[in-house]
């Protein structure tokens, strides 16, 4: 099952397009990382995601094929919006009342305990909260409805590195123990780098690179040699070149097992490096993921 | 890249049934009873005022009526002492005109402002609830609410004019029902504008998305409906009546009066005249243009051909006008809140 589905995805606000052309699927089960720098279109796509916009062009479905915003999409998706808008004049006790009434499921007891150990008060109000304790009660109401998938929109900006790692670890523990897909969005890629295991990358509105972090790194590798000769390299696709002094880096798609031209020395490429070319070179785009040719979404789901 | 393989269709198999409404109960208690201790705080207090006053209003009432005989003059001291110590509540009718604009502004217009405002709209519309469902509960049982609370007031308040009000136009000074001053706060009226002007204030709140600006545009449309009403459209709901005689029957509504002679309508300016010539003694000092308003002067022109005219509304027709007007202004209501029902549901965030 893909948790999120979008083919020719497109949304407009007056005469801009914040998201074009988007087509990407991804699979559940995994975290997925939403990176990009700022107007690139996150926020956009996770509207979206959520049902809280409506598409311009194309369509996206999510928990394998729902229309967003339908009861079902509803129920399986908790979605934390960015700065964890909470009502602030609301006691944690109250955003519980709140969430339970208003929710399919809700575990009272998973929030009480949860909210118990991180020693946020259940009578103080949402906006007297310290801003890592309200995003840790907007993990915890998320959570405690048992959803089938996590959707948090720049969950740690607002935090110190500190409530950083613990937010960070509820939300694995979460995925892990009990098998919520995550998808996180956020403008830095180290912060969420350790965490996920799927990234998209979005730029400019469009979808750049997308696909479990393993085989992207696997399909990508730095070849450093002389800087004169850099040009002439025309064995694998180019994404990047970076030119230091004598020498040259070449971020190429090319497999472990790809010859090496004589002179040239391959490297393994780190996940900040590679989004960071990728973003560097607009028109560059590598989906090894399920919507690239090869087997069929529906195969893919099974 | 450009292969649209992804059937990004919905599927249409079957939805689970919806939430329940009554969890919106509390949902919406919790997150309106301030303000709905606000509409308790400013119809109780006046309720309180009128109750008690209107007690002892019907217990005079009930002595100048049982007085026999009227025309004595231990009855008339009753009467005048009636008339003088309770003034029909003039000044507390003028503060509950504003009632419905109040309640619509800082009842109405911050539902769906604040949540816009403060971007909690993300949280309350992804929850299983459904957003347009959500929005529906919440206006539907804050309009009730309101209405009902106004329309409680408002029979408070006919009980208190009800001696005013009680066929005995001798008394002097009384409000007519249907003058604009009385008209909209009792019957049905008062519940309808407080609905309207909820159902107004939750639309300018969804169309404007901040609490304060849509507070400020709640207060105005209101405003400008309730004058218009009062001023252009209410003397049109049925025909006014005509009668030859410039003083229609008690606790008419008078919408305008005129002379003709002849078939043809008379301008002040050519009564004044034609005194001037006929008759100066009458004529007074002929200033604002127009001529004398005394029995005698109009018994005049009335033996010289003239005839004098009225078009009023007559005080029989208090319920009709009061079901008209709840009529339209409940038909608005329902639009204005289906119209912000609609937005929500196809808002683009």
């Known amino acids: ?302 | 890249m450009t292969a649209l393989r992804v059937p990004a269709r919905p599927e249409q198999d079957a939805s689970p049934r919806p939430l329940p409404w009554r969890r919106m109960a509390w949902v919406t208690w919790r997150q309106h009873r301030i303000a709905l201790a606000g509409v308790a705080a400013l119809l109780g207090g006046p309720a309180l005022y009128l109750w008690l006053t209107g007690l002892q209003v019907h217990r005079d009432w009930t002595a100048a009526v049982a007085c026999h005989p009227a025309s004595s003059g231990a009855c008339g001291a009753l009467v005048g002492y009636y008339i003088h110590d309770w003034p029909p509540a003039q000044i507390i009718s003028v503060v509950l005109q504003a009632a419905p604009a109040l309640i619509g502004a800082f009842v109405g217009a911050p539902v769906l402002a604040r949540e816009m405002e403060t971007g909690t709209f993300r949280y309350a519309w992804t929850l299983g609830f459904g957003r347009w469902r959500w929005t529906l509960a919440k206006l539907v049982s804050l309009a009730v609410v309101v209405a009902a609370a106004a329309g409680a007031f408002s029979v408070l308040l006919s009980w208190y004019y009800q001696p005013f009000l009680a066929g005995n136009p001798g008394f002097g000074g009384d409000p007519v029902p249907l003058d604009a001053t009385v008209f909209d706060l009792r019957g049905v009226a008062f519940a309808a504008w407080t609905l309207a002007a909820f159902a107004i204030g939750a639309l300018a709140g969804m169309l404007i998305r901040r609490v304060v600006p849509a507070i400020a545009a709640t207060l105005a449309v209101y405003a400008g409906l309730a004058v218009a009403a009062g001023v252009f459209l209410r003397e049109h709901y049925m025909t006014p009546l005509l009668i030859r005689n410039l003083n229609p029957p008690g606790f008419a509504w008078i919408l305008s009066q005129w002379w003709t002679k002849g078939g043809k309508p008379v301008g002040q300016s050519a009564l004044a005249q034609f005194l001037q010539q006929e008759a100066p003694q009458l004529a007074g000092d002929g200033k604002g243009g127009g001529i004398p308003q005394s029995p005698t002067v109009n018994q005049y022109l009335a033996q010289h051909g003239y005839a004098q005219w009225t078009s009023y509304q007559p005080g029989s027709r208090f319920w009709p006008f009061q079901w008209i007007e709840g009529g339209w202004l409940l038909a608005l209501s329902v639009l204005l809140i289906a119209a912000t029902v609609w937005l929500v549901r196809r808002r683009a965030a």
């Open chain 1, 1 to 302: 099952m893909n948790v999120i589905e979008a083919s020719g995805l497109g949304k407009r606000y007056g005469s801009t397009w914040a998201l074009r052309e988007c087509s990407l699927a991804i699979p559940a089960g995994h975290v997925t990382a939403l990176v990009g720098p700022n107007g690139a279109g996150k926020t956009t796509l996770l509207n979206l995601a959520a049902g809280l916009a409506t598409p311009s062009a194309g369509g996206i479905t999510v928990l394998g094929g729902r229309a967003p915003g339908s009861p079902v999409a509803l129920d399986g998706i908790a979605f934390v919006a960015q700065d964890a808008p909470l009502y602030k004049n609301l006691s944690g006790a109250d955003l519980l009342h709140l969430t339970r009434n208003l929710s399919r499921r809700f575990d009272q007891a998973y929030a009480e305990s949860r909210l118990g150990e991180l020693g946020i008060p259940l009578k103080r109000k949402a906006g007297r909260l310290s801003g890592g304790q309200q995003a840790q009660l907007a993990l915890t109401l998320a959570l405690a409805r048992r959803p089938r998938l996590l959707v948090l929109d720049e969950p740690v900006a607002m935090l110190d590195p500190v409530a950083r790692h613990d937010f960070m670890a509820l939300m694995l523990t979460a995925a892990l123990d009990d098998g919520v897909s995550v998808l996180l969005s956020s403008h830095v890629l180290t912060e969420l780098e350790r965490v996920a295991d799927y990234l998209v990358l979005l730029s400019r509105g469009q979808v750049q690179m997308a696909g479990e972090v393993d085989d992207l790194l696997a399909c990508h590798r730095v070849l450093t040699g002389p800087a004169a000769e850099a040009d002439r390299y025309t064995e694998r696709p180019v994404v990047h070149v970076r030119r230091a002094e004598a020498q040259a880096h070449l971020l190429v798609r090319a497999a472990a097992d790809d010859p090496v031209p004589p002179g040239w020395e391959a490297h393994p490429v780190g996940l900040e490096e590679l989004a960071l070319a990728y973003l560097r070179e607009p028109g560059a785009a590598a989906l090894p993921g399920p919507t690239l040719p090869g087997p069929t979404l529906s195969e893919v789901a099974k």
